[in-house]
């Protein structure tokens, strides 16, 4: 059986994809306190922000492959999920000076889409 070529230069690139996500992400986590502290986010607001990741990667992360089996489109699920992180990641940037549920909500919109 033929593979498409689309197919299998999806099959090239999308591991390396998904490995420099989470080498941004495990880059980023560890100074993640550190930068929401600084910006002023202490207390529940920093703990429930941090719990966002975990926690939304667990609810999320089922219903993600739930909807690229369905779809039967991976390519067009990893574009939307990678403009929504982008969009939670620019509302985080932005938020800390906004008020708390705007950081924690920033933080459920970044961990949706990964």
């Known amino acids: 059986m033929r593979q498409e070529p689309e197919d299998s230069q999806l099959r090239v690139w999308l591991p390396w994809i998904y490995g420099v996500s989470f080498a941004g992400l495990g880059a980023l986590i560890p100074y993640l306190a550190l930068m929401l502290t600084e910006r002023g986010i202490t207390g529940w607001t920093l703990a429930a922000a941090l719990t966002m990741l975990p926690l939304s990667r667990l609810v999320v992360g089922p219903i993600w492959s739930v909807l690229a089996d369905m779809l039967q489109a991976p390519t067009w699920l990893l574009r939307a999920g990678a403009a929504i992180s982008l969009c939670g990641a620019a509302l985080l940037w932005w938020s800390s000076t906004a008020g708390p549920l705007l950081v924690i909500g920033a ?7 990964r």
């Open 107 to 113: 933080m459920v919109i970044l961990s949706v889409g």
